[in-house]
């Protein structure tokens, strides 16, 4: 179930990240998206608007480039859905039955 509700953020980050890396160097990759896009990216994104707002203050400005505020603010979001997918990685492997040998593996080089 976690994993269901990390993709969206996932994809989002990832996507403003690589879109702030293109900005920095003149190539946006992704130039538009279609509109659900950006509402799902308003809908999960409204309950940490007092995290970006905190972010915006303290390390957003004049003197920081978008690049930087994009991976400063983004990059967390992007580490917790990893580790939330490698986690429910691991308990999957764990809850699968212990392998048991064929009946042919003995007889096999």
Same mark, same amino acid.
């Given at each position: 179930?976690?994993?269901?509700?990390?993709? /969206?953020?996932?994809?989002?980050?990832?996507?403003?990240?690589?879109?702030?890396?293109?900005?920095?160097?003149?190539?946006?990759?992704?130039?538009?998206? /279609?509109?659900?896009?950006?509402?799902?990216?308003?809908?999960?994104?409204? /309950?940490?608007?007092?995290?970006?707002?905190?972010?915006?203050?303290?390390?957003?400005?004049?003197?920081?480039?978008?690049?930087?505020?994009?991976?400063?603010?983004?990059?967390?979001?992007?580490?917790?859905?990893?580790?939330?997918?490698?986690?429910?990685?691991?308990?999957?492997?764990?809850?699968? /039955?212990?392998?048991?040998?064929?009946?042919?593996?003995?007889?096999?080089?």
């Amino acid at each position: 179930m976690a994993c269901l509700v990390a993709v /969206p953020y996932f994809i989002t980050n990832v996507v403003a990240m690589l879109n702030a890396t293109g900005d920095a160097d003149g190539t946006v990759w992704l130039p538009s998206f /279609p509109a659900w896009y950006y509402s799902m990216q308003r809908i999960i994104e409204k /309950p940490f608007g007092w995290y970006f707002s905190y972010m915006q203050q303290h390390y957003g400005g004049e003197d920081a480039s978008y690049q930087a505020f994009t991976w400063k603010t983004r990059a967390p979001f992007v580490i917790v859905s990893i580790i939330i997918f490698v986690t429910a990685a691991v308990r999957a492997l764990r809850t699968l /039955p212990p392998h048991t040998p064929s009946r042919t593996s003995k007889y096999s080089l």
